[in-house]
């Protein structure tokens, strides 16, 4: 194993013991995922006289994931802060491309992992509130109650998915 594949293991395992147990997954895991993404692609880079590529590679990771999971899902409500900074560790550990890979693998996965949850508790209902409250455009004196559900060790199997296969990007 590479260092960024232990540091993404362990990491990923932390967080979702930490999410599973307290439904968060804490800043200074994920602060310290990116920070070492950072330095280590930047070693990977010195290695192979691209410093500066490697260093690219985690702040672009980082800032893809960032866009996409911290602009654009967690406006739309559909990931939580702590989902958003453990994508944009994943990012900066292993690039934009499979990051990105890990959420198309993560967003397959999370589908019927849900459905199942959902089912299990006897909250599928809330489901198609929420999807008609979101249709009436949000509107405050009308939000249905939240399910929440722990999300890290979804990411985690999409992340290992995405590093184990080269199938969907």
Known sequence: ???VEVVLTVGLIL???SDVRTGLIRNNLTGSLMLIGIVLNARIGFDTGDLLGGIATAVIGIGVMMLVHGIVL???GVER???VKLFMAIGGLVGWREAAE???WTAIVYIPVSL???AARGRLGNLLATARWMARGRPAD????PTVLRTAPVIAVGA???HLTTTLM
């Open 1 to 3: 194993m590479t260092a």
């Open 15 to 17: 967080a979702s013991i």
């Open 74 to 76: 967690f406006n739309l």
């Open 81 to 83: 802060g702590g989902d």
């Open 102 to 104: 890990a959420s198309l």
């Open 116 to 118: 199942a949850i959902l």
């Open 142 to 145: 009308s939000a249905p109650e």
């Open 160 to 162: 290992a998915l995405a």
